[in-house]
């Protein structure tokens, strides 16, 4: 990673105006007339920076702003205020060297010729990014060896699984050598094993081209494994910039003791140790405080019999379950 | 070459569906007969209206059926569509133009459409030869060429800025609609303009949408005497429709919300 900045963000707002209408038939004849508007704010004075290479995870519930901002910082959306600076470009002003560095991949959203094998749809990418011939060969060579997706590359896109479809999105997106891959949800409907080798896929891009990713998923297995950094925003606002790690160590006050009994254990007996998480009666998992976990590690080797202990970290799924639930 | 691309995977998709193409070709004879019945109904007995024979009437639909597939098409729907729900979103990101690549795909259908369509005006043309006293003038050929392509330039901005509306209004087929029927009755499809009310043809003179399809059919019927004139007033009307266009895109795309992901 080296210090070159990609991405400046500073202050950056982004607001809509939302139509309001109450339920009914009578509330619709009345909003012909008479409609009102709320101000709804996405994106809230947000400010951040990205270094060449780093891989950054967008977290957040559902409306929190993440897939506004990566729309502002890709030029589709023009901000309501603050400042941004991709590349040294202002992405709005979509200039075409700028355009030319960066991609967008969308779980949801096809780029790909539906009707037309993926082929047909690199070819266009090829034509639009004005990659040269050698060039456009050899990368589409690379990326279909790594993703292994030959067998369906003279398939009609609408003929292929989620997976293919996913696949062959990303080969799409980094035919012109990206300098900064946007991700949204890339892994959304995907198998595990299909996931899996999208996350091996991204690391080794970073790896190899120093590619810049950005990336939003629900996913927290996503987000481990691709990023080194998060940005957590909650109703338009960034509520934790940095390391998973930091994360983990500063929103977790508990750690996990995962045990495997010899015998039945009652659960009231486990409550005395903790808050129990988990329980069936000869597995359990209780919540215990950080500081002093160890004590009640050896309480609980004590006072029963045990087949397994471990000790586990906070998951950062339960860190943001337990952050955004408040 | 990138909308050429655009415009030969149009033309590929519209192979892969080839039920539609006998569609295109019933189509492409019910309009123009129609309306050549429509008005020998009206004709009767009597030799013109306003100038115009059987065989005027049979010229002139044939001609603005094949017409309305070199410069007309209703791609602002499609555009609209694209911001309703989301999809110039990936456009957006690219250096790539929606409206000229929605226009490049559509020339594919149009294309397929008007290849069908020939052998049934050819069709047509056969049943009605015994109207028809019209003969190609060699020197009015630059004439209608340019009128013909100066026409579908100002048909494709309107059609693109009709598109970019959606930003505003959402859903624009009110618009695409509105268009439809202004061009009907001000553009000369539905009756040559000459046979409309002398304050319509004082009207149509202003707007645009006769520019589009009736003045090149007139200049092809050999109705104009004057047809630089008509090239002079399309080169305004595209002028002030392009700077329109650019001003509307710049408003609509500040305004955009980004629908979807």
């Known amino acids: 990673m080296s210090d070159n900045l990609v991405i400046e963000v500073n202050n950056l707002s982004k607001q809509f105006s939302v139509a309001e209408k109450a339920e009914g038939f009578g509330a619709s004849v009345k909003s012909l007339f008479n409609r009102k508007y709320k ?3 996405a994106v809230d004075k947000i400010s951040f920076n990205i270094s060449e290479g780093e891989m950054v995870g967008f977290l957040g519930p559902n409306g929190a702003g993440k897939t506004t901002t990566l729309k502002m910082l890709t030029g589709i959306l023009y901000p309501s205020g603050g400042e941004v600076k991709v590349l040294g470009y202002t992405p709005t002003d979509r200039i075409e060297a700028f355009q030319k560095q960066i991609s967008m991949v969308m779980g949801q959203k096809n780029q790909l010729w539906w009707d037309l094998p993926p082929t047909d749809g690199f070819l266009m990418n090829k034509e639009i990014y004005q990659i040269p011939s050698l060039e456009y060969k050899a990368t589409l060579a690379e990326l279909v060896e790594i993703l292994d997706i030959r067998d369906v590359l003279s398939t009609p896109v609408r003929k292929m699984s989620l997976g293919q479809r996913m696949k062959c999105e990303l080969i799409a997106s980094l ?96 409550q005395k140790i903790g808050r129990v998480v988990e329980y069936d ?14 004590k009640k590690a050896a309480e609980l080797l004590t006072k029963f019999e045990i087949d397994n202990l471990d000790i586990q970290e906070v998951k950062l799924e339960d860190i943001m379950l337990k952050h955004f639930s408040k | 070459m990138k909308y050429f691309r655009t415009f030969l995977f149009a033309l590929q998709t519209e192979m892969q569906y080839r039920a539609n193409l006998v569609m295109w070709f019933v189509v492409g004879a019910i309009g123009p007969l129609t309306m050549v019945m429509v008005w020998f ?20 639909y044939l001609f603005m059926t094949f017409g309305w597939y070199l410069v007309g098409g209703e791609f602002s729907r499609q555009i ?94 009110p618009f695409a609609e509105m268009m ?7 553009g000369g ?7 409309l009310p002398q304050a319509v043809q004082r009207v149509t003179v202003w707007l645009p949408f006769r520019y589009i399809f009736f003045e090149p059919i007139n200049i092809i019927l050999g109705n104009q005497s004057d047809p630089m004139s008509v090239i002079y007033k399309q080169g305004i009307f595209i002028v002030v429709l392009y700077l329109l266009h650019v001003v509307v895109w710049k408003a609509g795309i500040r305004r955009y919300e980004g629908i979807g992901g």
């Open chain 2, 180 to 186: 439809d029927v202004t061009l009907h009755l001000f």
């Open chain 2, 41 to 60: 109904a009206i004709l009767g007995e009597r030799s013109d209206i306003g100038g115009y024979t059987k065989g005027d009437f049979v010229i002139y």
């Open chain 1, 39 to 41: 101000i709804v704010k």
């Open chain 1, 281 to 294: 009666g000869w597995k359990a998992v209780i919540a215990v405080p950080r500081k002093g976990h160890a």
């Open chain 2, 189 to 195: 499809m539905l009756a040559p303009i000459a046979l």
């Open chain 2, 80 to 173: 609209g569509h694209a911001i309703r729900n989301g999809e110039i979103n990936k456009t957006l990101l690219k250096p790539y133009s929606i409206v000229i690549g929605e226009w490049a795909s559509e020339q594919a259908w149009k294309l397929t459409s008007m290849l069908v369509s020939l052998p049934a005006l050819a069709l047509v043309l056969y049943l009605m030869r015994g109207y028809i006293d019209w003969s190609f003038v060699p020197g009015q050929a630059i004439w209608i060429a340019m009128s013909l392509f100066f026409g579908a330039i100002i048909f494709a901005l309107i059609q693109a800025t009709i598109g970019i509306l959606a930003f505003w209004v959402t859903e624009i087929w």
């Open chain 1, 175 to 270: 035919l012109h050598k990206p300098k900064l891959l946007f991700l949204d949800e890339p892994t959304i409907g995907l198998d595990v094993a299909t996931q899996k080798r999208v996350r091996e896929f991204l690391r080794r891009i970073n790896r190899e081209y120093n590619t810049t990713i950005i990336l939003t998923s629900h996913n927290m297995e996503d987000v481990q494994a691709v990023c080194d950094r998060i940005i957590m925003v909650d109703h338009g606002h960034k509520v934790y910039d940095g390391s998973i790690a930091n994360l983990i160590s500063s929103y977790a006050t508990d750690k996990y003791l995962q045990v495997d009994f010899e015998k039945e254990v009652p659960k009231k007996e486990l």
